[in-house]
């Protein structure tokens, strides 16, 4: 049969990065393109145990069709992580749980954007952002961005001369790809600008707790003052990603848009998921989860930056995180990163290529690398690969 | 903040069933409003002696993130289980897992649907899939439906004369609201007029599993012979609801834009939700656990009737579903069904009215009665009340 799709199918891809990963997990290739966290620290143990007193305590009722804005314990102890952690004044009614954090990106399109509305958003940027995004046929502009994050005098340029710009979407905290983490007064200065226009911002924040040196900053949800931004959080990094359970922090004027957004897509996610992890959370320490977490990939982003200092002697340069899960290489000038990546792939190691994560510009100068889900010793050999492929491209080989 | 939504939002409405239901929630109140299974009948040890089961053998995998398709082995469960009970020719390349069958409303209106697009559906038909198909800005027709299902020849005239029509939608097996089933010549007919045309028939089947008697149909999914039909199926009815988990069964020619979709919706839905159903497939007869479900709702629906022949002596009339959970009242001419609802409210008893069922037709004749959800003894004093009701309506007090 001949098919007839919908205009917002043209734009939409298959995440292309999805691709990638299919040649990457070939067994040898050592892969640093994956986003997946260390699956050694999830705690699976306690899950069996708490998944069990889920259905003893709590079985028929917890099986049953649910409220579309999630169990209320668990969104008033998000609530109260959140202001906790990010300073931000947030009750239940604040919180909706979606099915993954991705969910609040399909939502908040659903939500604001009409075919031709402008996004703006950081670039490089998630991936999978600016394909949820498209498709609702909307146009993208990049805000010009440093390594504290967006420019807010360029925003600021931007905001008053683009007319239809419907959504601002950031990664303030170990942003995917880069790794960078907006600083504090970069934030408030932020806010400054966005005051001035009735643009929703949103701020998406799954790495935030994944800080292994420095201190957190507050976030901008808790800097806003009008319900102007909405954010995103996740227990995929912190807990595990296959419970597929995140949620939206917003105002409560605009929490009715999403609670019907949400009640049309999927009704409501899975309740079973949403009691594990409160119970969890009442009777084991997230805090102390997270911080073997943190010490985990401390050790490994410390060793990947160490093998880079000593592999990559061609001019290339990277990020230093202070959390997260992603660092992001720029090679020398005249290196191309598609040649990078082919050479890397002959030799069985692999990162993304860094032109997938930007909204319009292109790019071939950079690639991002994930060091949270691999050993020591892969590490070490993959980055030595790494460095050969470099030194070869260098060399014209 | 001012928000400014996109036009889409015009159209989307909070669920009215819902509002509804948060009156008839109340404790003195005997609803048969909502749409619940039995919870009396979830297999809740067994779920957590699966849940445990799956923590020990595949813990660290299980709660990792998974690929959209969904997982493979239930994958093929299903579509071995689909060919045997609606004769379907599926492999599990032709299933993928969706959080709830509510998520392939959401999905083939974003692939299927621009604004203004027309969708034919029976009229009444399912709340929700109007909702969600409500967000692509489509239009919708009525196609005129008897007691058997939708009427081949008017089905042709339609599709013959109007432009633009991108989707038919239809629940062929103990329909919700009325709880009729298509007879297997009225899919055959059905069948052969659609397939002059190239518009694609979305079958939901949420009940199909849940006869209590009588033979079942083979599906419209397995008479199509060229890639026009995808089904929808879930756990939800014949396992429980809370693990939020459905899938579609469709052309491995469409299948590739539906995974698209839902990688940007939810990357996937919850791995753990669904090695626990895999699992429990394996080690427990589904077979048996509904066939226990089906005697109970024959027997409720058995009572239900019993109780209406003796209190409803108005003339009302009602249909005799041979499974599901619903059947569907018709007044006699002149009685308005909003008076009895509120006649009912007074009396502390509920249905859902039936006027929010139909996409376009202004009714007020009709009600839903839910009858998987109650006790013996509240069925029959809900119809008791909800015959005075009826006597004092007719009565004019």
Request: proline share 5%; aromatic share 8%.
């Amino acid at each position: 049969m001949k098919y007839t799709l919908a205009n917002r199918m043209n734009g939409m891809q298959a995440s292309a990065v999805r691709e990638i990963l299919k040649v990457t997990q070939r067994p040898e290739v050592i892969s640093f393109a994956g986003g997946l966290p260390a699956p050694e620290l999830f705690p699976v143990n306690e899950i069996a145990q708490v998944a069990q007193e889920v259905c003893a305590a709590e079985g028929r009722k917890v099986l049953q069709y649910a409220t579309t804005e999630g169990r209320p314990t668990l969104r008033q102890k998000i609530a109260d992580r959140m202001n906790r952690i990010y300073k931000s004044h947030l009750t239940k009614d604040n919180i909706l749980i979606t099915t993954g954090s991705q969910q609040n990106l399909d939502m908040a399109g659903k939500i604001f954007l009409n075919p031709g509305d402008v996004v703006l958003m950081e670039a490089p940027t998630y991936l999978a952002a600016i394909n949820a995004f498209k498709a609702y046929e909307c146009t993208f502009m990049e805000v010009p961005t440093d390594n504290k994050g967006m420019i807010p005098e360029e925003l600021d340029k931007i905001l008053a001369s683009t007319p239809n710009v419907k959504l601002i979407y950031v990664i303030t905290d170990f942003q995917n790809p880069t790794g960078i983490c907006w600083p504090v007064e970069r934030r408030e200065a932020f806010m400054k600008v966005v005051e001035k226009y009735d643009v929703p911002v949103l701020e998406d924040n799954p790495y935030g707790e994944l800080r292994y040196e420095g201190k957190t900053n507050p976030s901008l949800l808790s800097m806003d003052k009008r319900g102007q931004v909405m954010g995103m959080g996740t227990f995929s990094k912190t807990f595990c990603p296959g419970l597929r359970i995140g949620w939206l922090a917003a105002s409560t004027d605009i929490m009715p848009q999403f609670i019907k957004v949400k009640q049309s897509a999927d009704l409501h996610s899975s309740a079973f998921d949403q009691a594990i992890i409160d119970r969890y959370m009442e009777e084991f320490s997230l805090d102390e989860h997270v911080k073997e977490i943190n010490d985990l990939y401390r050790h490994r982003r410390n060793l990947i930056i160490e093998c880079m200092e000593k592999e990559f002697t061609d001019g290339t340069t990277w990020t230093h995180p202070e959390g997260g899960l992603f660092l992001w290489l720029t090679f020398p000038e005249g290196v191309s990163a598609r040649k990078v990546f082919d050479k890397c792939i002959e030799k069985n190691v692999a990162g993304v290529l860094g032109e997938f994560f930007y909204p319009t510009t292109k790019s071939d100068r950079h690639m991002r690398i994930n060091y949270s889900n691999m050993p020591d010793e892969r590490i070490r050999e993959g980055i030595r690969r790494m460095g050969e492929a470099l030194k070869e491209v260098k060399e014209g080989k």
